[in-house]
Structure formats: C-alpha cells, structure tokens
C-alpha cells in the first residue's frame, strides 16, 4: 500500500496544470466547443438552428463524458437528450407552426436580466460541485464508477423523482403543442368562414340593381348575363 500511495503521489506531482495530458486538452477544446454552441442557442433568432445548435452542445456534453470513462452516461446523453428531447422539439415547432427564417418574437428585451441569472446560477452550480467534491478522488485503476450497474442503481434510489419529474413534463410540453396546433387551425377556419359570409356575392343571372333613387329593381335576364 506505500509502494502504491508513492507511485500515486509521484505520478500527481508529474503531471500538473503545465503539463497537461491529451485527453486533458481534448477535454478543454470539447469543453469549449460545446459552450460556444450552448451560447449560440440561446442568442440566435432562428429557432430552428437554436434547436440543432442544442444537439451540438448536448453531443459534446456526451462527448465530455466518455473522456471521463463514463460511458454509460454518455450513450444516454445521446439516447435520451440528443435522440428524444431534440426530437421532441422538433415536432413541437413543426406543430406549432414555427417560422423557420429568423423570427423577431423570439428576441427579448430581458436580455440582461436573463444574463445576469444565468452567471449567478452557473456561478451557484460550479461552487456546489466544487464544495461537494472537493476531497473527492476516482481510483482510475478500480471499478468503474460509470458502468451500468452503478449508475442504474444511483440512478433509480436516489433520482428516481426528478427523472420522473422530467418525463411528464416532457409529456406536457408535446400535448401543449399539439393543442396549440388545433387551436391554430380553428382559428384559420372561423376567420374563412367569417370572411366566406360577409363577401358579397357578384350576381351573374339575375339578381337586383339599384336604380338611383335607393330601390333596388330587379334586374332582366340579359343584363344579369351581361
């Protein structure tokens, strides 16, 4: 146990912040990769390169994960994020409508404001984990902490409630587009009825004319035609 607390200790103090490994610096540029995209999703004003920017940053995320040696929540990053709630957005824009060239509404003048809690809720995450996991160490050389059984057993004890959580408000989201849908399309429909109703038929055989004192005459056959 000192032969391996010695080699441990000697391999900490070989490799620091100057001397980064390759998987560390694939790890940063991924890193970066992915928050240039999360920002271009949430400043562009085309929604549907917003929601294909997402599944940029939500690869990454999964991307960011296998460099950590946990695979198994890397492929249900791709599975369940990439492959269902994008999915999922899709359908809802295609449902609901949505322009597809850049749309003015989906801009806000709360940008700042909507900046500033971003900060102060990134800032609150990162000292949450950072406090939490501070003395935290992962044996590379044990069991996977990221395998199936470990995960699944985390995962369905102690998040079962949120991940259930986010599965009906998933459900929610998609019933909200398609009643919006139908809504839309009632709407189109009364507004052609209303307008069918109050347009004015032009009279071909027949009909009435008015004849200048307010009265309307009937009008002869041939000036019907004519």
């Known amino acids: 146990m000192a032969a391996d607390a010695a080699t441990t200790s000697a391999a900490s103090e070989s490799q620091g912040f100057l001397s980064p490994t390759g998987v560390e610096i694939a ?39 296998l460099l950590l040696t946990a695979e198994f929540i890397a492929w249900v990053q791709v599975l369940i994020y990439v492959g269902s709630v994008v999915v999922l957005l899709l359908f809802g824009l295609m449902l609901t409508r949505a322009p597809i060239g850049r749309s003015p509404d989906a801009d806000s003048g ?8 971003a900060i102060a809720a990134a800032a609150a995450l990162v000292w949450v984990v950072v406090d939490a996991f501070r003395t935290t160490w992962i044996d590379l050389d044990g069991a996977a902490a990221g395998s199936t059984e470990v995960t699944g057993a985390s995962l369905f004890q ?14 929610a989201a998609l019933v909200g587009a398609i ?6 399309k009632a709407n189109a429909a009364d507004a052609a009825n209303a307008a069918t109703t109050t347009s004015a038929p032009s009279p071909r055989n027949g009909g009435s004319r008015n004849d200048g004192t307010g009265n309307d005459t009937p009008r002869s056959d041939k000036e019907g035609a004519r």
């Open 158 to 171: 102690s998040w079962v409630l949120p991940f259930e959580a986010l599965s009906v408000l998933l459900l």
């Open 179 to 184: 009643v919006l849908s139908r809504k839309a």
């Open 27 to 65: 790890f940063l540029l991924v890193g970066l990769v992915t928050f240039g995209a999360a920002v271009v999703t949430v400043t562009t004003k085309q929604l549907v390169h917003a929601a294909l920017w997402l599944v940029v940053a939500l690869g990454g995320l999964a991307v960011e994960y």
């Open 110 to 117: 709360n940008r700042w404001a909507a900046l500033t809690v």
